[in-house]
Every structure is written in structure tokens, then in C-alpha cells.
């Protein structure tokens, strides 16, 4: 498919409960991103993946953010506890590295729908 | 630390007008840079790249380059009530393997029908 798509759309749950978040990158893409993005911080990177194994999770909260790629079509986002800080939209979005067959110079990345995450 | 600024707006326009969407970054050695819309409640969108100094031309997008000012801009001319959304200017590092991008925290336009 030539969408990066996600689930769920929207999510409450209350503080403590565990939130999994799910992400089906652009079909033949090798780098996957997970954003959150809120009024006051903007689009912040949490972690990002390229052929499955992940380079970098500096911008996640360890304690509670766990980030996975099972396989090539799904990467997961998972928050256990969550809390309410946690309220914000959750963008995946993919791209093919620069100099992989079929990608461009530019790095450029498209983004899921995003899953809008409320913790009360 | 690699920052990107984007410090003018909420800006507002007629329509019709040339809507002129302005960013600086703090790392000299960024080599791609990259425009996206996104619309209230909706996702970004990627409009515009540009690699190399000088102009890009997309339809109504213009997007001008000055690494030596370490600027970016998007022009929007002949500006329409349906190009009213949140503008995120993206730059990426020097490493041509490294695919991060830095965001900057954006520019809301209006253009006034």
C-alpha cells in the first residue's frame, strides 16, 4: 500500500493501564520513525527503526516507552504504565534511506494518520 | 544541539496574495531540508524538498534554499482559503545515512476569502 497506516485512530485509558500502538510502514520502505506531537513540544522523535533494528530510542522515556519491529510490515509502540503526561497524537511515518533502490536523495518521510492517545 | 526556528506568525493573508513562510536552522551541515502541511487535526504532509541552494518550483510552492544564511522558505503565491493550515519546516543532518529529521514547531497560516 502506498499509506503508511495505524491503529488505533483515537485511545482513552486511564493512568497505569498499557497502550499499544501499531503501524504499517509504506510497503518496500526501510526506515520507520514513531513522533509525538502536542501543543507546547511540537513533533518530537521518539525512535526510529531501519531494516527492523532500531538506531535510535534517545528521545523516548525508557521506563515506560518500548519500541518494536516483529517484521517488516508492523512496528510497535508500546507505553506501560501510562500516564497522564502521555496525552498527545503518536505519528509513525516511513522512508527509504538515501541510496536504496527506488529512493530519493532527500530523506524524505510520510507520515500515518496518527493515533490520537488521552490517559485520564 | 540541532535546532530549526520558525519565529514569524500566525500569519494571515488575502487570498491571492504571495503567503512568504520563513525558517532558520543552527546546523550548518544539513543537507536536506523539507516543507510540510498539516491541517488541524490531520497529519503532515510533505510539499515541498530541497537539496541544493537556490529556488524549487512546485505548482504554486516555491521553496528557496541559502545555506550560507542557513535558511529555508516556502512561498505559496495566488494563496487560496484551502492552503490555510500548519506549515513544518524539517531539516536533516549532515550524515547522509543518519534520516532523522529536526522540526520546527511551525507556522500557522490563514488566508482570508
Known amino acids: 500500500d502506498a499509506r503508511v497506516t495505524q491503529t488505533p485512530r483515537h485511545k482513552v485509558t486511564e493512568m497505569g493501564q498499557e497502550v499499544t500502538m501499531r503501524c504499517q510502514p509504506i510497503?518496500?520502505?526501510?526506515?520507520v520513525f514513531w513522533y509525538r506531537q502536542t501543543m507546547m513540544q511540537g513533533l518530537e522523535l521518539l525512535a526510529y527503526f531501519r531494516n527492523r533494528a532500531p538506531l535510535d530510542d534517545s528521545g523516548m522515556p525508557k521506563d515506560r516507552f518500548s519500541a518494536e519491529m516483529p517484521d517488516a510490515t508492523l512496528a510497535t509502540l508500546k507505553i506501560q504504565p501510562s500516564e497522564p503526561r502521555d496525552s498527545a497524537v503518536y505519528f509513525c511515518?516511513?522512508?527509504?534511506?538515501?541510496?536504496?533502490?527506488?529512493?530519493?536523495?532527500?530523506?524524505?518521510?510520510?507520515f500515518g494518520p496518527g493515533t490520537r492517545l488521552t490517559v485520564l | 544541539q540541532k535546532e530549526v526556528e520558525q519565529n514569524s506568525g500566525p500569519l494571515s493573508v488575502p487570498e491571492g496574495a504571495i503567503a512568504s513562510l520563513n525558517c532558520t536552522y543552527s546546523d550548518r551541515g544539513s543537507q536536506s531540508f523539507f516543507w510540510y502541511r498539516q491541517y488541524s487535526g490531520k497529519s503532515p504532509e510533505l510539499i515541498m524538498s530541497?537539496?541544493?541552494?537556490g529556488d524549487k518550483e512546485d505548482g504554486r510552492f516555491t521553496a528557496q534554499l541559502n545555506k550560507a544564511s542557513q535558511y529555508v522558505s516556502l512561498l505559496i503565491r495566488d494563496s487560496q482559503p484551502s492552503d490555510s493550515a500548519t506549515y513544518l519546516c524539517?531539516?536533516?543532518?549532515?550524515?547522509?545515512?543518519?534520516?532523522?529529521?529536526?522540526f520546527g514547531k511551525g507556522i500557522t497560516l490563514s488566508v482570508r476569502p
Open positions: 510497503l518496500g520502505h526501510n526506515t
Open positions: 511515518a516511513s522512508g527509504l534511506k538515501p541510496g536504496t533502490s527506488g529512493g530519493s536523495r532527500y530523506n524524505e518521510q510520510f
Open positions: 530541497i537539496y541544493s541552494n
Open positions: 524539517a531539516v536533516n543532518g549532515p550524515t547522509g545515512a543518519n534520516s532523522k529529521l529536526t
